[in-house]
């Protein structure tokens, strides 16, 4: 069982930067993969960013690629999503989740323990 607590997120002008934090709880953090989410008003929740257990490999959605960088601290059971150069479309909620999934994966259905999410808006 993982419990997983966002934060982070707030109000920043187009261009700005912001680090989400996703605290985790439990003695297996480093055995999951990790991904982080966001789901705008009227919209169906998509993947951002993923990282693997040993914090190595990690894989990005096309819309965020160059701008947003996905890191872990095993030590601190916490992942990271580092966001540069927002925009305006980068407005939602973030989520982060885990998976037991023996790699990194963009799909939502294979992620098994999730946040409550973190609101971040980009004002143009």
């Known amino acids: 069982q993982v419990q997983l607590v966002e934060s982070g997120g707030g109000l920043v002008q187009a261009g700005g930067s912001l680090r989400l934090s996703c605290a985790a709880s439990?003695?297996?953090?480093?055995?999951?993969?990790m991904g982080w989410f966001r789901q705008a008003p009227g919209k169906e929740r998509e993947f951002v960013a993923a990282i693997n257990w040993g914090g190595i490999t990690t894989r990005y959605a096309d819309s965020v690629k160059g701008r947003f960088t996905i890191s872990r601290d095993n030590a601190k059971n916490t992942v990271y999503l580092q966001m540069n150069s927002l925009k305006p479309e980068d407005t939602a909620v973030y989520y982060c989740?885990?998976?037991?999934?023996?790699?990194?994966?963009?799909?939502?259905?294979?992620?098994?323990?999730w946040g409550q999410g973190t609101q971040v808006t980009v004002s143009s």
């Open positions: 989740a885990a998976t037991s999934f023996p790699s990194i994966t963009a799909l939502i259905s294979r992620y098994t323990y």
């Open positions: 439990g003695r297996t953090f480093g055995s999951y993969q």
